[in-house]
């Protein structure tokens, strides 16, 4: 586990000078090894703002103070913000191996697997951007269209293949945005809890237990109670307190 801390965040453009304070305050209590204090700071934080380096650093806190379940949900959050970093891949990758249940995904094809792997390396930003890079090399090719040496077979085969390319790109950032707005993903902060049939405590509903760190989808929601399925599809309710949503 990496413990490094980020410390540039671009606070002229998006932080008062607050929240700077809070975030410089948060990275000396951190290197004091102050982790519940430095954790309050970056928690205050992110009351207002979101960014992956403060995210980054709370789960760094969180791993440091004994927290493993709050140390990954920080970690997610920040990947989710920036998937590429490498620190970020890093730190979630050990924390993930350190989760005590081990839930085994049901086989997909391999082009859903290999797709949904490009498409969580990138953000929604980057997509867009991908989209605005083409639709401008389309737009030039109506110039290149007007120069002779440039055949009209090759002329065709170049806005096919951006017509292509930008529907690829745009379907990915809607799939993207979709995923983003509804997403419904959750951390279990809990050290151990009973996964329940039915929204109520019974000794004999119990189905199956998790345990901190496990990531898992929520389904539905009743007062005081989610109801959640894991990647390998068990099914079952806990508490929402249980739980801290990505």
């Given at each position: ?206 189905v199956f237990r998790i345990h901190e760190g496990t990531k898992v989808e929520i389904l539905d929601t009743q007062i005081g109670w989610s109801e959640i399925i894991l990647l390998d599809g068990k099914k ?11």
């Amino acid at each position: 586990m990496k413990k490094i801390l980020k410390f540039s965040i671009l606070f002229n453009l998006v932080f008062s000078q607050n929240y700077n304070s809070l975030f410089k305050e948060g990275n000396s209590n951190y290197k004091s090894e102050n982790f519940s204090q430095a954790i309050i700071n970056y928690e205050e934080i992110l009351q207002h703002v979101e960014h992956e380096n403060i995210y980054y650093n709370l789960g760094n806190a969180y791993y440091r103070n004994g927290d493993i379940g709050n140390s990954i949900w920080a970690l997610e959050k920040a990947y989710i913000l920036d998937p590429r970093d490498s620190d970020i891949n890093f730190n979630l990758k050990y924390l993930r191996s350190m989760v005590r249940d081990r839930i085994i995904p049901p086989d997909d094809l391999y082009i859903l697997s290999f797709y949904r792997k490009i498409i969580e390396k990138f953000t929604l930003i980057d997509l867009l951007a991908i989209v605005g890079f083409f639709l401008f090399l389309f737009s030039i090719r109506f110039v290149m269209h007007s120069f002779s040496y440039i055949s009209k077979r090759i002329n065709s085969f170049l806005t096919y293949l951006l017509m292509v390319i930008i529907f690829m790109f745009s379907w990915m950032s809607f799939d993207k945005y979709w995923s983003i707005s509804d997403n419904s993903y959750a951390v279990v902060i809990s050290t151990a809890i009973n996964v329940r049939s039915a929204p109520i405590m019974r000794g004999e509903n119990v189905v199956f237990r998790i345990h901190e760190g496990t990531k898992v989808e929520i389904l539905d929601t009743q007062i005081g109670w989610s109801e959640i399925i894991l990647l390998d599809g068990k099914k079952g309710w806990i508490p929402s307190k249980e739980l801290r949503e990505i």
